[in-house]
């Protein structure tokens, strides 16, 4: 689902991973932030464990430095600690916040929004973000042989809740998520959630289960490639 705005600075979405239940009081979920969002100031009443799983972002507590995180790292943040965190400006960050909620069910305290100057580690110590930057999103290997001799590239947006349905492409698409979320399926795999930021790949042929707009809607591009006097083309199986 997309961020609460009270929250955030930029696009957000939340997936919820696990839910106090039962004797359990733990909340697990995996945050993706598009690049240059963030949280507003907030705090935990039990302290807050976030783990970076793709990209790269900044964390900062109150009074402290700005720090840049990476996939990989693990930051602890303490009870009560004021506190901020985000995407780099120059790409898309994700992570998973784990947090241990208090008996009397209190949720975390939200503040005034992160400022520009905050942001860009004038109160702190940020590391620079590179004047230029190149980060490899997709390796695809394509059938042999695959004879492309011009690329087609569309922008397609999918309303809110729409359903693609089941598809077939006569050619390799690949795709990037500009704005909102789909949830995307190749039939026999598992479904994944697409945000900003996603990318995808639709082999020629193959049954496309699921492509499905959320709550937002979705906007992405797609890039068709295709051989000589042959034109994109999309097949609905009945079944």
């Known amino acids: 689902?997309?961020?609460?705005p009270e929250w955030f600075t930029g696009d957000a979405r939340i997936e919820e991973?696990?839910?106090?239940?039962?004797?359990?009081?733990?909340?697990?979920?995996?945050?993706?932030?598009?690049?240059?969002?963030r949280t507003h100031w907030h705090r935990h009443p039990v302290g807050q464990v976030l783990v970076v799983t793709e990209g790269t972002g900044l964390?900062?507590?109150?009074?402290?430095?700005?720090?840049?995180?990476?996939?990989?790292?693990?930051?602890?943040?303490?009870a009560g600690e004021w506190h901020w965190h985000g995407a780099a400006p120059g790409g898309a960050m994700t992570h998973?916040?784990?947090?241990e909620l208090p008996e009397d069910g209190r949720r975390a305290e939200f503040a005034e929004a992160v400022t520009d100057a905050e942001y860009g580690g004038e109160s702190g110590h940020a590391e620079p973000a590179?004047?230029?930057?190149?980060?490899?999103?997709?390796?695809?290997?394509?059938p042999e042989p695959l004879a492309t001799r011009r690329v087609e590239i569309r922008r397609?947006?999918?309303?809110?809740?729409?359903?693609?349905?089941?598809?077939?492409?006569n050619g390799p698409v690949f795709g990037s998520i500009e704005a909102g979320a789909a949830v995307y399926q190749i039939e026999g795999e598992a479904e994944t959630i697409l945000g900003p930021g996603d990318v995808f790949y639709e082999p020629e042929g193959v049954r496309i289960a699921r492509f499905d707009?959320?709550?937002?809607?979705v906007t992405f591009l797609g890039y068709f490639l295709l051989a000589d006097g042959v034109d994109a083309d999309l097949v609905f199986p009945d079944a």
């Open 17 to 37: 991973l696990a839910a106090p239940e039962g004797p359990s009081r733990t909340q697990v979920d995996s945050v993706r932030f598009a690049p240059g969002t």
């Open 96 to 99: 998973l916040a784990i947090e």
């Open 59 to 78: 964390v900062q507590r109150r009074a402290g430095e700005v720090e840049t995180i990476r996939a990989g790292d693990a930051v602890r943040i303490e």
């Open 130 to 142: 590179p004047p230029l930057s190149r980060v490899i999103v997709m390796d695809q290997r394509l």
């Open 1 to 4: 689902m997309s961020a609460p």
């Open 213 to 217: 707009a959320q709550e937002d809607g």
């Open 156 to 169: 397609i947006t999918i309303a809110p809740g729409y359903a693609a349905g089941l598809h077939v492409h």
